[in-house]
């Protein structure tokens, strides 16, 4: 049987290309489609030589474990090792599932026109099975890692996010609250609930501690030039959760507020409701977020 060159770089360029789309989709990555490609022009190069070339087990190991990092650079740029490490991983835990789906496929199939050498397997049949693969795999990797966080514990859900007022910026940790759909009602702009404490260094503590009587309209003991800076500024949150059936929260647009998500900053829309308790008794986290915010 004949195998020309050029098919195996189009096999695995297209396997390699779709294996880096979904660790990308999973790992939450910024996908570039030019360096998504040239990573996997690289693997496919090297598909290509190790068809050719036979190495021994160990050096074709530790070759592979470099050239891993290197796809994973180039596709990705991460900013810092975790990032390296989790993508990798990410990516290792894709390659292995569509990997074992399509070897699982060429098994049950039994296709003649393909042979394995040098450990790869190689033929016009492969294509269709890696098509067939991506979107068994794609299917079991959805559903793994939705039942995965479905179970993420309140550690695994904490992040920190950036609130900005007046210049100033203050860096807290909050929990990601798939219950929290808290919206002002006027704009449907999502709230970020804040403990008051951790406002003292943004906002006055003249508004701060005195939003119950603000929210009765009581603003005698509200100085007047901070009266007349804030007071326009403030909303009024309706919610019905934190202990109280129908309560009522004071909110505040900030000058910007940002998610930080591994070492990344997204810049959100949201107002920030002002809580006059605190959010746990151990103090993990001083705020809450909405997983639409997340």
């Known amino acids: 049987m004949t195998i020309y060159i050029d098919i195996i770089i189009v096999e695995n360029l297209i396997m390699n290309y779709i ?77 292995f599932t569509f990997g074992g789906v399509a070897t699982y496929l060429i098994y049950v199939l039994k296709p003649q026109n393909i042979i394995i050498k040098n450990g790869m397997y190689v033929g016009t049949y492969v294509l269709k099975t890696i098509f067939m693969g991506a979107i068994v795999g794609t299917i079991i990797l959805t559903i793994a890692f939705k039942m995965v966080k479905s179970k993420l514990s309140k550690k695994d859900m904490i992040c920190k996010i950036k609130i900005k007022f007046n210049g100033k910026e203050e860096i807290l940790d909050a929990m990601v609250d798939t219950g929290n759909m808290l919206k002002e009602p006027i704009t449907g702009t999502p709230v970020v609930v804040v403990e008051r404490t951790s406002l003292y260094d943004l906002l006055p503590k003249e508004i701060l501690n005195n939003t ?62 002002i809580y006059n308790k605190s959010l746990t008794k151990r103090g993990e986290y001083k705020a809450l977020i909405g997983i639409d915010l997340y």
């Open 19 to 95: 294996i880096l789309y979904a660790t990308g989709i999973i790992s939450k990555s910024k996908i570039s489609h030019l360096h998504m490609f040239l990573a996997s022009l690289i693997g496919a190069i090297y598909a290509v030589a190790e068809y050719i070339i036979k190495l021994n087990i160990y050096s074709n190991f530790v070759v592979k474990i470099i050239l891993s990092v290197i796809i994973i650079f180039v596709a990705f740029q991460p900013k810092n090792v975790k990032n390296m490490c989790r993508q990798l991983v990410l990516f290792y835990v894709t390659t």
């Open 212 to 273: 119950e009587s603000i929210l009765g309209g009581d603003f005698e003991k509200i100085p007047e030039d901070i009266k007349k800076e804030y007071i326009p500024k403030l909303k009024i949150i309706p919610f019905a959760s934190l202990g109280k059936q129908n309560g009522m929260l004071v909110g505040i647009k900030p000058e910007k507020i940002e998610v930080i998500n591994e070492q990344i900053e997204e810049n959100k829309n949201a107002i920030i409701g």
